[in-house]
Structure formats: C-alpha cells, structure tokens
T-cell receptor, first 112, second 113 residues
C-alpha cells in the first residue's frame, strides 16, 4: 500500500535551466493534482488530471510550466527557464475520482 | 485573493487541553471542507473532512464544526497531545470542475508537555 511518491526530494538549479519533477500516484487513483507551496504561503493549485480527460491547467502560473501524465499513472511537471520566484515545494496529490486527496512528500525546488 | 483564510499563524496549548483551530472562507460555492496536518519535510496528511450538508463531524479526538451562514469552520482537538504539534491546513473545494482544493496558509500548533 505505497502512498504517493515524488522525486527528487530536493532540486537545486540555476536560473534559466529546465527542471522535471516526477510524481507516482497511489495505484488505482484516477485523479492527480499538482500544487506548490511558496515560503509562508498556503498550497496553490497548479494542474489537475482526471482519467483520460483533458487536464485542467487553470492554475499554471505561466507558459513555462507544463505537465503530462503518461498512461494514466505517473506524472511529470516541467518548468522551463526557471526563475527565482519558482522556488517552492511542489506537491503532488492523487485521489480516486473526487474522493479525498492524498499527498506525496513534495519536491523542494531552489532556483539560484 | 485568498478564498480560504486562517488568521492565526500559530497556537500554543498545554497538553491535555483543547486546541481550537479556525478557518474562514469566502466562496459560497464551496461544499466540502478538509483539514490536513503537515509535519516538516512531509506532505500534508488528511485528517478529517466535512460536507456542507453537515455541521459537525467527529473522529476520535478530532471534531470539525461547520457554520455555513458564517462561512466558518473550526477543528477541535481534545485532549491535545505533544504529537499533535504540526502545521494544520484548512482546505475547501466545490464538487464541480476540477475539484482542486483551496488551502489556507496554515496554523502552527504547538502542544506543550
């Protein structure tokens, strides 16, 4: 009964570089969410996948951010040309349909 | 604009006493509310939830109260234990669209032994 896993746990990158963050949801969960938590802030919704439906990208802060979910399971969040304001903890959550969301441990991204 | 607000960034309570964490929301379309607990370097852990058709939900030492007219909910922990020390996030969603959660900024609870 593994929970949601995320990798890497920490990522330090230089401004302007691209980064990829990975999320492995709970097996059988149909929905997958990405959130981020900036210092001193609450969690901010980024993107939502539900089954084979088109993702809801309404929370993505800019076109430098994109995400995909392959085979209805693993998801990758990509940030292109990273900026210092992208520094945050990026959290992934999964749920079965619209039930309770369960979170992974997060990836702490630091952009120097 | 912050649709879910936790106005107390921190709270300290003696072990054995009651902890009351408060949360206010502005969006009347929210119909499902959750509390998550977060320890350092870990993701939020689901604690308890309540649907808008109820005004109270209880699970062991944890009780959530919902006052829809005031757009206010609270989490009661009784008796408080040192292991309850964590950051508590209030979250809300409307069961339409993406069902994404809107989070408050969290309240850091410290239970003093």
């Amino acid at each position: 009964g593994a929970g949601v896993s995320q990798s890497p746990s920490n990522k330090v990158t230089e401004k302007g570089k691209d980064v990829e963050l990975r999320c492995d949801p709970i097996s059988g969960h149909t929905a997958l969410y990405w959130y981020r938590q900036s210092l001193g802030q609450g969690l901010e919704f980024l993107i939502y996948f539900q089954g084979n439906s088109a993702p809801d990208k309404s929370g993505l802060p800019s076109d430098r951010f994109s995400a995909e979910r392959t085979g209805g399971s693993v998801s990758t969040l990509t940030i292109q040309r990273t900026q210092q304001e992208d520094s945050a903890v990026y959290l992934c959550a999964s749920s079965f349909l619209r039930d309770t969301q369960y979170f992974g441990p997060g990836t702490r991204l630091t952009v120097l | 604009d912050q649709q879910v607000k936790q106005n107390s960034p921190s709270l300290s309570v003696q072990e054995g006493r009651i902890s009351i964490l408060n949360c206010d929301y502005t969006n009347s379309m929210f119909d499902y509310f959750l509390w998550y607990k977060k320890y350092p370097a870990e993701g939020p852990t689901f604690l308890i939830s309540i649907s808008s058709i109820k005004d109270k939900n209880e699970d062991g030492r944890f009780t959530v109260f919902l006052n829809k007219s005031a757009k206010h909910l609270s989490l009661h922990i009784v008796p408080s234990q040192p292991g309850d020390s964590a950051v508590y996030f209030c979250a809300a969603s409307g069961r339409t669209g993406a069902n994404n959660l809107f989070f408050g900024t969290g309240t850091r609870l410290t239970v003093i032994p």
